[in-house]
């Protein structure tokens, strides 16, 4: 009896190894498809997360430019229809005065940069 006894106890020894090992397998096969699986879809994804990026970042430039077309567009507008700021625009660029009209400009002070002390 002691002979059947082990050979049944290394038998049930052997198949426990064994559906460990198919359990470890189907692991490791379950891990290898996920990460096959993210392999394929993580190039795309960056790509993705890069373009909206760069979407950002060309709609701030087109919000710019529009701001800056609107700014100009006013300026024409004021330019063609308003002769009080025509003139200003026309005096102040062309450095023009009326008769008898004195001009005071002031300028801002420049910064000259620290000279070394001699030593």
Same mark, same amino acid.
């Given at each position: 009896m002691d002979a059947t006894g082990y050979g049944d106890f290394r038998a049930r020894r052997e198949a426990t190894i064994w559906q460990r090992m198919n359990h470890v397998l189907r692991v490791l096969l379950f891990v290898a498809v996920w990460l096959l699986i993210i392999s394929f879809f993580l190039p795309p994804y960056k790509k993705l997360n &890069?373009?909206?990026g760069e979407i950002d970042q060309l709609q701030a430039q087109l919000n710019? &430019? &529009?701001t800056l077309l609107?700014? &100009?567009t006013k300026q024409v507008t004021l330019l063609k229809s308003d002769p009080t700021y025509l003139e200003t625009i026309a005096r102040d660029?062309?450095?023009l005065?009326?008769?008898g009209e004195t001009i005071f400009r002031l300028e801002s002070r420049r910064t000259e940069p620290k000279r070394p002390s001699p030593p």
């Open positions: &890069q373009n909206r710019e &430019q &529009q609107a700014r &100009q660029s062309l450095e005065m009326k008769e």
